[in-house]
Structure formats: C-alpha cells, structure tokens
C-alpha cells in the first residue's frame, strides 16, 4: 500500500487548506488513518485521526474546533480540513495507516505517505 498526501500550500492566517489522502494498492477504508505533522526543529505529533468506520475520531487538542476529518464515501480518500490556520500549524503533514491501538501511536501505523508541506504566513 502506498500513500500520497496532497493538498498543503502557502496560506495567510486564518486561511484554509483540504487535505487529502489516497492510497494504491488498497482502498483506505480498511485502516485507521491518522494525521500526523513535522515542524522544522519538532518531533511528529499526531493531529487527527479517524477509525475504520468512521465512528471515532480524534484531534489534538490545539486543532480542535478548526480542523476536521473526514472519509469519503467510496473509501479511496481522507481528507483533513483545516480551517482558521495559525503559523504554528506550519509543518509537513503526514497521512499514515494501519490498525494502531490509539490514533496518535506512530509505531503501530503500517503505512506513511510522503508528506505535504503546509505554510502559515503573512
């Protein structure tokens, strides 16, 4: 399985970005799909996450209320919509698969995506 997330840019402050992630060689409904980030000089965290089934989701909490996650209907693509970006959301984003226990457990996620690059700035 491979991922690609796509969809980061450069935006001004209290702009929005759609996230997306795709996979070949399966379809993501399959996985757990988590959200990670990298900012220049900080250890990947989780950002958001969304189950099989879509029934449970999970955000940091310094995203909540901003960003969301989502699956479409087909099982091929999460998105992450992210609204009312701040500059400390700059970072690359990483969409990445598996069946861990917890959304934000990196070493139990299969599969990673190359990461999309996200700027926040005026």
């Known amino acids: 399985v491979q991922l690609q997330a796509s969809g980061g840019g450069m935006v001004q402050p209290g702009g929005s970005l759609r996230l997306s992630c795709t996979a070949s060689?399966?379809?993501?409904?399959?996985?757990?799909i988590g959200w990670f980030r990298q900012a220049p000089g900080k250890e990947r965290e989780g950002v958001s996450g969304i189950s099989r089934s879509g029934d449970r989701t999970y955000y940091l909490d310094s995203v909540k209320g901003r960003f969301t996650i989502s699956r479409d209907k087909a099982g091929n693509l999460v998105y992450l919509q992210m609204n009312n970006l701040k500059p400390e959301d700059t970072a690359v984003y990483y969409c990445?698969?598996?069946?861990?226990?917890?959304?934000?457990?990196?070493?139990?996620?299969?599969?990673w995506g190359q990461g999309t690059l996200v700027t926040v700035s005026s």
């Open positions: 990445a698969a598996g069946h861990p226990s917890w959304f934000t457990f990196q070493d139990e996620y299969d599969y």
């Open positions: 060689g399966s379809t993501l409904d399959y996985y757990t």
